[in-house]
T-cell receptor, first 112, second 112 residues
Framework: GENVEQHPSTLSVQEGDSAVIKCTYS??????FPWYKQELGKGPQLIID?????GEKKDQRIAVTLNKTAKHFSLHITETQPEDSAVYFC???????????FGSGTKLNVKP | DSGVTQTPKHLITATGQRVTLRCSPR?????VYWYQQSLDQGLQFLIQ???????AKGNILERFSAQQFPDLHSELNLSSLELGDSALYFC???????????FGEGSRLTVL
């Protein structure tokens, strides 16, 4: 089955700096890569996703890049704010969305 | 609020016991996923149902079982509980077989 690895496990940045979280996957059949944000005491919530026919996608301060050849994808958060502090998960899925394989999570701390 | 309701929010029980976790998906969502999140771990996929039928299985133990009822709510049954089963159990739903998962707030199980 699919194996998704995520780094780093913790990330601390100063407010206003950028944060980058990286994930790799193993199954070349995976073609949908979402990112979820989990705040304390809440369930994960989708913040951005990318499909394999696209190399990059942006939504305001958040961007995701995908390199299908190398089987890795990254989340970029610019101009970080304290409210960005949370645990971020990457995931991979195939066409049928039957299974979503999640990375182990990155705890982002944005210091004011 | 994602619209996905999970009960109970917290549950404390003893080893060897059996518990049932309940999930009510968003109105109209046909697909339900169950995930296990252990301390400092990622989200481990357990099982997926679509309109009452099992669609995919992940690393679900034989002591665990699930079902989706005609009204689309789902239950996850955990039996012969062990200390290692202590975790946060999430349910997520989607309208069909689409990308975005809508997560509930989870059921925290503690096995003593």
């Amino acid at each position: 089955g699919e194996n998704v690895e995520q780094h780093p496990s913790t990330l601390s940045v100063q407010e206003g700096d950028s944060a980058v979280i990286k994930c790799t996957y193993s199954d070349s059949a995976s073609n949908y890569f979402p990112w979820y944000k989990q705040e304390l005491g809440k369930g994960p919530q989708l913040i951005i996703d990318i499909r394999s026919n696209v190399g990059e996608k942006k939504d305001q301060r958040i961007a995701v890049t995908l390199n299908k050849t190398a089987k890795h994808f990254s989340l970029h958060i610019t101009e970080t704010q304290p409210e960005d502090s949370a645990v971020y998960f990457c995931a991979a899925s195939g066409n049928n969305f039957n299974k979503f394989y999640f990375g182990s999570g990155t705890k982002l701390n944005v210091k004011p | 609020d994602s619209g996905v309701t999970q009960t109970p929010k917290h549950l404390i029980t003893a080893t060897g016991q059996r518990v049932t976790l309940r999930c009510s998906p968003r109105s109209g969502d046909l697909s339900v996923y169950w995930y296990q999140q252990s301390l400092d771990q990622g989200l481990q996929f357990l099982i997926q149902y679509y309109n009452g039928e099992e669609r995919a299985k992940g690393n679900i133990l034989e002591r665990f079982s699930a079902q989706q009822f005609p009204d689309l709510h789902s239950e996850l049954n955990l039996s012969s509980l062990e200390l290692g089963d202590s975790a946060l159990y999430f349910c997520a739903s989607t309208p069909g077989l689409t990308g975005e998962l809508f997560f509930g707030e989870g059921s925290r199980l503690t096995v003593l």
